[in-house]
């Protein structure tokens, strides 16, 4: 794995690029973003910038320029990262609420009872959330119940401004230049302070230590390289994918594929 000024390569050498960003709401001061490149031709991951945590501008709206400068930091490699006709860029945050809930503030609300388990309330969690919880026990804070709501309304309120980047798969089932829901939790071997699985930790970069956002934004970027790159990463797990007939409309959360 080589990083910044390792190997001399530029990202015009890049065959797909993998953005993360670790989401932290709309005041917050510890948002954290990292960029990773990969080479078909040598399998290698080339590190291109992890960010110092930054807070977004209140002067100006946020857009990919600005989740891209304090990670790359200078003006060609901002532009060479742009161009990259394979980029994804992974957000570890709810891209979509509950359909209930829409209904619910629509004025359509239908009589729900109690449910018997949280994660069966429709109002605060989504069809590929409880599948999540089915496959591995792993329950995720609710964007409608929990703080995850500012994160998510910064996140959703972003994506028009993300230089034409594809929501996959809720509006387009696949795209080159892509934006997706990634879940960096899946990837460590506890909670959220532990260290990514083996398999995954032998990729991230040396500067960055398991329990901080600048860790999360690393792993958000490796699921979003893998999907870039058509998952021909050789050294990266697999990344699950939506089901078949699974339903779209509130996304999907894009994780590696346990071994």
Request: proline fraction near 8%; include cysteine; glycine fraction near 8%.
């Amino acid at each position: 794995i080589a990083r910044r000024g390792d190997t001399g390569m530029t990202m015009e050498h890049m065959d797909a690029i993998g953005i993360g960003w670790d989401v932290r709401g709309w005041q917050g001061n510890a948002q954290a973003v990292a960029v990773v490149g990969w080479q078909s031709r040598t399998q290698q991951l080339h590190w291109l910038g992890v960010s110092p945590l930054f807070r977004l501008s209140s002067r100006v709206a946020p857009d990919l320029d600005a989740l891209l400068r304090p990670a790359l930091q200078d003006e060609m490699a901002l532009m060479q990262a742009l161009a990259c006709p394979r980029l994804a860029l992974g957000i570890d945050a709810p891209l979509a609420f509950p359909r209930a809930l829409g209904e619910l503030l629509a004025g359509r609300g239908v009589e729900c009872a109690v449910p018997q388990r949280e994660i069966d309330n429709p109002y605060a969690y989504r069809d590929c959330e409880r599948w999540l919880h089915q496959q591995y026990g792993k329950k995720p804070l609710s964007a409608t119940f929990d703080r995850l709501g500012n994160n998510a309304t910064l996140a959703l309120s972003m994506l028009p401004r993300l230089g034409g980047l594809q929501l996959v798969p809720r509006l387009a089932p696949h795209a080159e230049r892509a934006v997706l829901e990634v879940y960096p939790a899946l990837a460590k071997v506890a909670g959220k302070a532990s260290p990514a699985r083996e398999e995954v930790a032998a990729s991230l970069p040396a500067d960055v230590v398991a329990g901080t956002d600048r860790y999360d934004a690393a792993l958000c970027a490796l699921m979003a390289l893998q999907y870039a790159a058509g998952g021909a990463v050789t050294s990266l797990p697999d990344l699950v994918s939506v089901p078949p007939d699974f339903p779209l409309d509130e996304g999907w959360v894009y994780h590696f594929a346990r071994p």
